[in-house]
């Protein structure tokens, strides 16, 4: 079993920056893939960055050059600079463990003036 806690989240102007965090606990001992994800209200949750526990990254691309995903062992941050109204969302936190996903809770990010 798996539990992800996201933190970090919050209201940001336009242009703004935010650090989004995932610490995961349980019986781990390394997590081969972690990703976010965020959903907008309205529409599908979809990938945002992902980073294996080989330290290789993938962005969407709507977020390159602006987002950095980064893992220390078991938990994944998420730097997110130069935001934008349309950044914001909900973001999820994913790991995934054998043949299994794993889900945080969510944690909402509004970017607006």
């Known amino acids: 079993q798996v539990q992800l806690v996201e933190s970090g989240g919050g209201l940001v102007q336009p242009g703004g920056s935010l650090r989004l965090s995932c610490a995961a606990s349980?019986?781990?001992?390394?997590?081969?893939?972690m990703a976010w994800y965020r959903q907008a209200p309205g529409k599908q949750r979809t990938i945002v960055a992902s980073i294996t526990s080989a330290g290789t990254t993938n962005y969407a691309d709507s977020v390159k050059g602006r987002f950095t995903v980064a893992r220390d062992r078991n938990t994944v941050d998420l730097q997110m600079n130069s935001l934008k109204p349309e950044d914001t969302a909900v973001y999820y936190c994913?790991?995934?463990?054998?043949?299994?996903?794993?889900w945080g809770q969510g944690t909402q990010v509004t970017v607006s003036s």
């Open positions: 994913k790991a995934l463990l054998g043949p299994n996903d794993y």
């Open positions: 349980g019986s781990i001992y390394s997590i081969p893939f």
